[in-house]
């Protein structure tokens, strides 16, 4: 069965060190969001990829994340400098197309850490 | 404003009965999908059911069913005949029709439910 894969699926890191967290999609799907949640909270998206092009990354927090998709297929999430508020379980997900019917998929995660 | 709301923190259900979780939204759209998810302590999410705002029919998938009441903006979550294995956090999601008319694809989630079934 396809799924969509994420790693690491655990990360502790210092403040004001780098994290990068990859997510690899299931086959043919062409949008990719990554979402973070917070302890206790729902979801909430950060970038949503149509092939490789941002749709929506209204809510990244641009001065220190950044989220690439360069060839459409998997895509790496960045944090640099983490700071303690970062840390949260970060969620990636597929959908077939960018459409409302469309299920999105979710991956394992990655919980981080930042000390 | 938040736009879906989940107003019960935790809920109990004794094994092999039926349990109703509450999901309340608000849109302004007339074109929107509506999402339950179940994600148990490993973390992944896991889709349940999916209600489109023009569905006639209430959802059903297996042992869940969507009780969607359009009018009153809700789409509570029903689960049948609970199992041990069902305890875990759901969450109710709502993806809207961008105001261009091209959905964007985000999901907008509540702040979950968690149930626990006893033996």
């Known amino acids: 069965e396809a799924e969509v894969a994420q790693s690491p699926r655990y990360k502790i890191t210092e403040k004001s060190q780098a994290v990068a967290f990859w997510c690899d999609p299931i086959?043919?799907?062409?949008?990719l969001y990554w979402y973070r949640q917070i302890l206790g909270q729902g979801p909430e998206l950060l970038v949503q990829?149509?092939?490789?092009?941002?749709?929506?990354d209204s809510q990244l927090p641009k001065d220190r994340f950044s989220a690439e998709r360069l060839k459409g297929v998997d895509s790496t999430l960045k944090i640099q400098p983490a700071e303690l508020g970062d840390s949260a379980m970060y969620l990636c997900?597929?959908?077939?197309?960018?459409?409302?019917?469309?299920?999105?998929?979710f991956g394992p995660g990655t919980r981080l850490t930042v000390l | 404003a938040q736009k879906i709301t989940q107003t019960q923190p935790g809920m109990f259900v004794q094994e092999k009965e039926a349990v109703t979780l509450d999901c309340t939204y608000d849109t302004s759209d007339q074109s929107y999908g509506l999402f339950w998810y179940k994600q148990p302590s490993s973390g992944e999410m896991i889709f349940l059911i999916y209600?489109?705002?023009?569905?006639?029919q209430n959802a059903t998938e297996g042992r869940y069913s969507l009780n969607f009441q359009k009018a009153r903006k809700s789409a509570n979550l029903v689960i049948s005949a609970s199992q041990l294995g069902d305890s875990a956090m759901y969450f109710c999601?709502?993806?809207?029709?961008?105001?261009?008319?091209?959905?964007?694809?985000?999901?907008?989630f509540g702040q979950g439910t968690i149930l626990t079934v006893h033996p």
């Open positions: 209600q489109g705002s023009y569905d006639e």
């Open positions: 086959s043919g799907h062409a949008t």
């Open positions: 997900a597929s959908s077939l197309r960018l459409v409302s019917y469309n299920e999105q998929f």
């Open positions: 999601a709502m993806r809207e029709q961008s105001a261009g008319g091209t959905s964007y694809g985000k999901l907008t």
């Open positions: 990829f149509q092939d490789e092009s941002v749709v929506d």
